[in-house]
């Protein structure tokens, strides 16, 4: 008989606040950030997590996500716009941009590192993982696009810098309305998440919202 190893789930917020994870706030609307804010923002929707085996205390899985937020690609246009030195027009035209994608899709970026290389890919024809998004009401759904960044370059690694070499890193959007018309995060929910399951467990990472 194969020997099963048992699975201890230990979630650890490396970019949290302490013992009590942050709340986050879906709000839309106009913010007023400068560049040096970023940094806190990233963290406020930022979430890390392990997925650890009890026989061998090896780490199976280790996953950090970025919700890209209203929110958060605001802040994240004010950076890059001042890191590139664009003139008033181009930021606008940027902002309206990246604002404008959050009314069709929920996306995260997601840099993830799994026992053994090969199974980091979320895109393999039989992954190690599948991934969804998920939350309290029970709304559970699947990615409707998983793109692979192959060769992080200098915005990933600046703007996102627990990319590293040993991850792999994803883009993953989920569509904000499912197929039967409900919302994929719901307006009452007290909180959603990405969970990451296969073969060797599962590990949710979980954004708790403020009303």
Not at 65 to 91: G, H, I, K, N, P
Not at 153 to 159: D, Q, S
Not at 171 to 197: C, E, K, M, N, Q
Request: hydrophobic share 40%; proline share 6%.
């Amino acid at each position: 008989m194969p020997r099963v190893a048992p699975l201890l789930l230990l979630s650890f917020t490396l970019f949290g606040t302490g013992c009590a994870q942050e709340t986050v706030h879906l709000a839309e609307g106009p913010r007023e950030y400068v560049a040096t804010d970023y940094d806190g923002v990233l963290r406020t929707w930022t979430r890390s997590a392990q997925l650890t085996s009890l026989d061998a205390m090896d780490n199976v899985l280790t996953v950090t996500a970025t919700y890209e937020s209203w929110d958060f690609r605001w802040a994240y246009a004010v950076r890059y716009s001042e890191d590139y030195r664009l003139t008033v027009e181009q930021r606008r035209a940027l902002l309206e941009h990246t604002l404008a994608e959050t009314r069709n899709k929920h996306e995260f970026y997601v840099a993830l590192q799994a026992e053994k290389y090969k199974w980091n890919d979320l895109r393999a024809e039989q992954p190690a993982w599948i991934v969804r998004l998920i939350d309290d009401t029970g709304t559970e759904t699947a990615p409707s696009e998983i793109q692979s960044i192959r060769r992080p370059g200098a915005i990933e690694l600046t703007y996102f810098p627990y990319t590293s070499p040993w991850r792999s890193a994803f883009r993953i959007s989920f569509p904000r309305v499912r197929a039967d018309g409900r919302p994929t995060i719901p307006g009452g929910a007290h909180w959603f998440g990405l969970r990451f399951a296969g073969p060797q467990g599962n590990q949710e990472i979980v954004w708790l919202v403020r009303g």
